[in-house]
């Protein structure tokens, strides 16, 4: 692959509730805050990705809402409605086909519509949307045959959600910062066993931005390049029923490859900094698993040795994670976002020191059915 | 510029998309709905190239790409695989919590069914015998099978 | 560095308006097989797959993870791109770019929509802006109509000079074995036809559709074995500038058609696109847009597309046939439309176009139409581009 990497970013803090801010004005913030961190204008912008989903946003044709603000004018763009480190990879393909930047923004305002019905419209209409299977159900069951599976614990899941919460204390940008114990969270709701409350991530309202740039037009930015060593996806199967719901397996493809492409023979030891998409605690773990830190049945072990903490060997959202804000599409963007603040040794009081490669993770369709994979490094 | 906006109520407009569905249920789940409803029968079908039995049934295997054509009579029990008991209520759920969603490895079966189960939850666990229990009317729906019960 | 993209297969399903025999999943898988069967390609050796449609229309939220089945996408890269009417020609752009990228060497691009399953006006409704223009210019007549009135009292144009176009596509639709509407009609039936809103009439305008189309984009080295003439994609181009239909100016011309032409032509060094295009797919939703529309092209000034249509020469045997295929007019499964242009002007240069083939094709040319008054151009060719 030739070389390209990301030159800007730019997202939000992400809220519950964005009072005065519509989509389009998110959009013109963080393109604006993208073009600004790469010291880039308008007409540096080669080419526009918009990603946004009709469901969320209660609107057909979703990307007609931002198409001016993300600098589109007048320009090739382009829709991808999945997960932001999807429409980013897309991103990557047009600059790698020949132009010289790409601008990606991602946009989601979970507080306008239902998230139930909305992950609920994500399941067969004949087979099991009339069952009122939705994200966190479905979910449920996966954390539920993972436990069977590999006896990964409730409290193994919860300290996940202690870390990623106290994570958050750190990132300006992050919705729930929290001082949490596991008790807190073994004592917290129940919602769908064995998911409480805290083992779940919020609703969120925010948009992120990425730039990416050919080598050239990466030379020009105000910051040091984050270069794009390997990206790739895969998806599953889409009947659970079908799925080993236990093993994420589209996930170890994806990684694998990713890591071919980067040249990563040990991620454990060559990989410095993980942010990946842990809608629920069970899924750090897990994914922790697919990607290969560690053997089968043994995430639970990782994260409860404290492997993944901010001082730890293999610190794993140190942003807080999906846990501490769900902005649902815009959420695997901001995972690229706090990777590459990261190996720009911008990211303040959460920085890692000497982090020089680092994994960004995102996810697409019932309990993971699609991953995403990045791996993005300082040199 | 004043930050007006701080002294007001915001404004926002409630609105619903609402656009009536009809999907097709297709040949190969038209047989296996209409077999629920008529005969309380429960069918899979086999995939020739990798032996996989299916259910729902599927005109094509996902893994292989090829059509399918042989059915199979599943048994009306299996083994819950997975398993969780809902605590929260919404609309979109077919019954009152708490009920339980389950994979259940139906005998002869290669992959699981997801239904629910509404009763005797304290004895749920993964590898119970749980049986299906067909709804009195039934119209071609994946809940004319009511629910399952544990055995 | 940019590879070289040609597509090597296509495959459509017979259009209709409704099929209740198969699910969404079946409808896609028809159109698979019949591109895989068309290119022998296996689907083991698709490297990824871009799927699209508008989830409205079958309230299928995640279409590329609950298409898996029918897409052959099993432990496969596959991405959803969705941008309205232009859909089908924005996933065509990006199989392209994820071969041109140089990750993938064969791409599956999958078009599809099953109108039956909803109110396509209801669900058109919402691509308006739900606070300013959803009571207003909710969905696609009302802006449409806008323009034709503009347009006739502009340049005298007539109902009649529109109807010959509708006349032509479905003269056009007869020779394509794939098209929904096949029954030839007369410029009596169409100024007879229901008036929905002036001066667009019911056999104006585009029918709704369940159908799929895929198509195979292979890259230079692999799509020379694969196909014996493969259809080179020399240039693509987009603009979906605007958001609001009150900002868009209904006197002018299509604005965003006239730069993404400008811009496909440039790329390709196109400059008399009349002498130099063989054939074209262009994605007129309604009669008016084959008069209006292939101005913004360039094809003719200002107010001449009627006498350039009358005079023949968009249809077959003529200078610069428009549609063999029938065009959006006779087949609308929305968001396969755009895919069926494209995979329409491949076959004409592969030269499979049978009943429908208009003679040494050299040089095609695609449009895509949609959004808030959107467009997208490719120019595809028998050459490999420089």
Known sequence: MERIAIVGVGQTKYEARKRGEIFYDMVYEVTDKAMKDAGFTLGDIDNVITVSNDFWDGRTISCMAV???????????????????????????????????????????????????????MFDPIYHRPLGLDAISSSALQANVYMERSGVTEEEFAHVSVKNHANAKNNPYAQLPMELTVDDVMRSKRI????????????????????????????????????????????????????????????????????????????????????????????????????GFC????????????????????????????????????????????????????????????????????????????????????? | MTNWFEDVAELTHKGQIKVPYTWSVGEVGS?????????????????????????????????????????????????????????????????????????????????????IIKEDLGRLKNGVRVKARFSESRRGHILDIDSFTII | MARRVAIVGTGQTYHRSQRLDVNGRELISEAVIRCLEDCEVSIKDVDAIVIGNMDHFESINYVDAWSVEGSG????????????????????????????????????????????????????????????????YAGAIPSLATEASAYMEQYGVTQEDAARVAVRERAHAGNNPYAHLRKPITIEDVMNSPMLAYPIKLLDVCPRTDGACAVVFAAEGVAEKIALTPAWIKSTSVRHSTTWFG????????????????????????????????????????????????????????????????????????????????????????????????????????????????????????????????????????????
Not at chain 1, 87 to 112: D, I, N, P, Q
Not at chain 1, 250 to 279: C, F, K, N, T, W
Not at chain 3, 356 to 362: A, Y
Not at chain 3, 365 to 373: L, N
């Open chain 1, 295 to 379: 053997d089968a049945g043994q995430g639970g072990k990782m994260v409860e040795r404290g492997i993944t903490t901010v001082d730890g060997e293999l610190p794993v959202n140190p942003s807080g994670g999906v846990l501490s804000a769900h902005p649902v599409l815009v959420a695997g963007l901001a995972r690229i976002i706090e990777v590459t603040l990261q190996l720009r040794s911008e990211a303040s009081a959460r920085q890692i020191d000497g982090a020089k490669t680092g994994l960004a993770h995102g996810i697409n369709g019932p309990c993971g059915q699609s991953h995403c994979v990045w791996i993005l490094g300082k040199e």
């Open chain 2, 31 to 115: 047989r296996f709905l209409v077999a629920l409803r008529d005969q309380k029968r429960i069918l899979g079908n086999r995939c020739g190239q990798c032996r996989t039995v299916f259910v729902p049934p599927r005109n094509r295997c996902g893994k292989c790409f090829g059509e399918i054509h042989e059915w199979i009579e599943l048994g009306d029990e299996g083994i819950v695989t997975a398993h969780t008991i809902v605590r929260y209520n919404h609309p979109i759920q077919p019954t009152p919590t708490p009920f339980a969603y389950a994979i259940v490895k139906l005998d002869g079966a290669d992959v699981g069914f997801i239904h």
């Open chain 1, 192 to 291: 769908a066993d064995p998911l409480r409350l805290l083992d779940c991530s919020p609703v969120s309202d925010g948009a992120a931005a990425i730039i990416i740039a050919n080598e050239e037009r990466a030379g020009k930015a105000l910051k040091p390049p984050i270069w794009i060593k390997g990206v790739a996806h895969c998806s599953d199967a889409y009947f659970l029923g079908d799925r080993d719901l236990g093993d994420p397996r589209s996930l170890r493809d994806a990684s694998q490859r990713a890591y071919a492409m980067a040249g990563v023979s040990d991620p454990l030891h060559e990989i410095d900094i993980v942010e990946l998409y842990d809608a629920f605690s069970y899924m750090e773990p897990l994914w922790l698993e697919g990607m």
């Open chain 3, 73 to 136: 996408g099993h432990m496969k890269p596959i991405m959803k791109v969705t941008t309205g009417g232009t859909t089908g020609t924005s996933v065509a752009i990006a199989a392209y770019y994820h071969v041109a990228s140089g990750l993938f060497d064969r791409v599956l691009a999958i078009g599809w929509e099953k109108n039956s399953e909803s109110d396509t006006s209801a669900a058109i409704i919402t691509c308006s802006d739900p606070i300013w223009d959803r009571f207003s």
């Open chain 1, 67 to 121: 198409q001016e603000v993300a600098g589109a004018h007048d320009k090739n763009v382009s829709t991808v409605e999945g997960d932001g480190s999807f429409g980013a990879f897309y991103g990557a393909m047009r600059v790698l086909g020949g132009f010289g930047t790409t601008l990606v923004v991602a946009h989601s305002k979970g507080s306008e519509g239902d998230s139930k019905v909305i992950t609920n419209a």
């Open chain 3, 247 to 386: 900002d868009v100016d209904y006197n002018t011309g299509l604005v965003s058609l006239t730069r993404a032409s400008k811009e496909a032509f440039e790329k390709t060094g196109i400059r008399e696109s009349v002498e130099e295009i063989d054939v074209c797919e262009l994605y007129l939703p309604y009669s008016y847009a084959g008069l209006k529309w292939i101005e913004a092209i360039g094809f003719c000034g200002p107010g001449e597309g009627p006498r350039f249509v009358s005079e023949g020469n968009t249809d077959m045997g003529g200078k610069l046939p428009v549609n063999p295929s029938g065009g959006v007019m006779s087949t609308n499964c929305i968001g396969a439309t755009g895919l069926i242009r494209v995979a329409e002007a491949a076959i004409q240069i592969m030269g499979k176009a049978e009943k429908r083939q208009v003679p040494d094709v050299k040089t095609a040319f695609v449009t895509g139409f949609g959004g808030c008054w959107w467009s997208d151009a490719m120019v595809l060719g028998k050459k490999k581009p420089l």
